[in-house]
Every structure is written in structure tokens, then in C-alpha cells.
T-cell receptor, first 112, second 111 residues
Framework: DAGVTQSPTHLIKTRGQQVTLRCSPK?????VSWYQQALGQGPQFIFQ???????QRGNFPDRFSGHQFPNYSSELNVNALLLGDSALYLC???????????FGEGSRLTVL | QKEVEQNSGPLSVPEGAIASLNCTYS??????FFWYRQYSGKSPELIMF????GDKEDGRFTAQLNKASQYVSLLIRDSQPSDSATYLC???????????FGSGTRLQVQP
């Protein structure tokens, strides 16, 4: 049983560029949440997708957007990258929003 | 005031001792509480969850919840060097679909 898978694992971008991160949820899960984790900090909630709609959003600017596909997989897009966007981006899946959250290994983004 | 607060540590305990990790939260209506373990460079891994006041035990781990004091803790008995990691407390607040995480407590178990 595959867990939550994310791609790419590492990437380097320059300021102003755009990035797309991808996530496949754990089998049987229908809800995907995205978190940003800066070094030495806890994960910060970006947004959650369920039934292909954004259901809740954290305190992140509109530069951060996402999508969920019919197979429950999800993408996180970040436009106009800033140096401060450098972080580990974690995808987590659950069954609806009430189930336990399981994390993927993350995508480490470095913005130069 | 942060929504979920943890002492950043490091908390250093000798091998075989009990490690006690603490967390306070601000939303009195919070219903669900989680402890995650995160090894350096890795993603968070769920250890335990607790919904009701009192203690919940799972192997060497015990989660304790006191909603009146807005306090949740994690006890690790017979601590092992492999328990050395950052422990994240997470809370699902009132009307929230997502978890709010603390900044984590770094635990070091000395052999």
C-alpha cells in the first residue's frame, strides 16, 4: 500500500519563477492538505482540497494556488517566487477532514 | 499568543528515562489533539492522537489531555536514542478542517 507520494523531492528556482509541486494521496484517502515548513518551525497550513475544491485556506497570499484532480491527486503552484518561499512543502492526506493526517516525504524548494 | 505553544528544547534525557513533552493551546473549543515525530530531514510521522480528557497509552507512549487547562502532553517511557527527534503537537481547532502545529520540541536521548 503506497503512502503519500510527492514530487519532485528537491528543486532549485530563482526569484520570480513559478513552481508546481505534485502529490498523490495514500490509497483510500480523498482529502489533501498542503503545509509549508520553514527550517526550525512547525508546518504551516496552506490549504486543503476535498472533492476537487479548496475547502479551507491558511494565511498565505494568492501566489499560492492549488488543484485537486478526480483521482484525488493534487498540485500546489507558487507564482512569483520570493526568497522567503524556500522551505519544505509537505502534502498530507486523510479520509475526509476528520481522519488522521499522513504526510509525504516533502518537496524541498530552494529559491535563489 | 500562538495558537499552539511548545518549548523548543532541546530536552535532554538519559537512555531509559521518561521524557515528558508539553503543549498548550489557545482555542478552548479544540476537539482533536495529535503528536507527530519528525526526524531531521524527514516528514512528520503520526505517533498518537487523543480526543478525550485523561490518558491514552500506546506501547511506550502516553498522551495526556486536560481541556480545562488547555494542555496536552506526551510521555515516552524507557527512552531510547532512536527516540531522538523533534516532537510536534498539533490541534484541530473549532470549525477548522486543518491541523495547527506547534513549532516542536527537540528531544535528545543520551546513551
Amino acid at each position: 500500500d503506497a503512502g503519500v507520494t510527492q514530487s519532485p523531492t528537491h528543486l532549485i528556482k530563482t526569484r520570480g519563477q513559478q513552481v508546481t509541486l505534485r502529490c498523490s494521496p495514500k490509497s483510500g484517502h480523498d482529502t489533501v492538505s498542503w503545509y509549508q515548513q520553514a527550517l526550525g518551525q512547525g508546518p504551516q497550513f496552506i490549504f486543503q482540497y476535498y472533492e476537487e475544491e479548496e475547502r479551507q485556506r491558511g494565511n498565505f497570499p494568492d501566489r499560492f494556488s492549488g488543484h485537486q484532480f478526480p483521482n484525488y491527486s493534487s498540485e500546489l503552484n507558487v507564482n512569483a517566487l520570493l526568497l522567503g518561499d524556500s522551505a519544505l512543502y509537505l502534502c498530507a492526506s486523510s479520509f475526509k477532514s476528520t481522519g488522521e493526517l499522513f504526510f509525504g516525504e516533502g518537496s524541498r524548494l530552494t529559491v535563489l | 499568543q500562538k495558537e499552539v505553544e511548545q518549548n523548543s528544547g532541546p530536552l535532554s534525557v538519559p537512555e531509559g528515562a521518561i521524557a515528558s513533552l508539553n503543549c498548550t493551546y489557545s482555542d478552548r473549543g479544540s476537539q482533536s489533539f495529535f503528536w507527530y515525530r519528525q526526524y531531521s530531514g524527514k516528514s512528520p510521522e503520526l505517533i498518537m492522537f487523543i480526543y478525550s480528557n485523561g490518558d491514552k497509552e500506546d506501547g511506550r507512549f502516553t498522551a495526556q489531555l486536560n481541556k480545562a487547562s488547555q494542555y496536552v502532553s506526551l510521555l515516552i517511557r524507557d527512552s531510547q536514542p532512536s527516540d531522538s527527534a523533534t516532537y510536534l503537537c498539533a490541534v484541530k481547532g473549532t470549525g477548522r478542517r486543518a491541523l495547527t502545529f506547534g513549532s516542536g520540541t527537540r528531544l535528545q536521548v543520551q546513551p
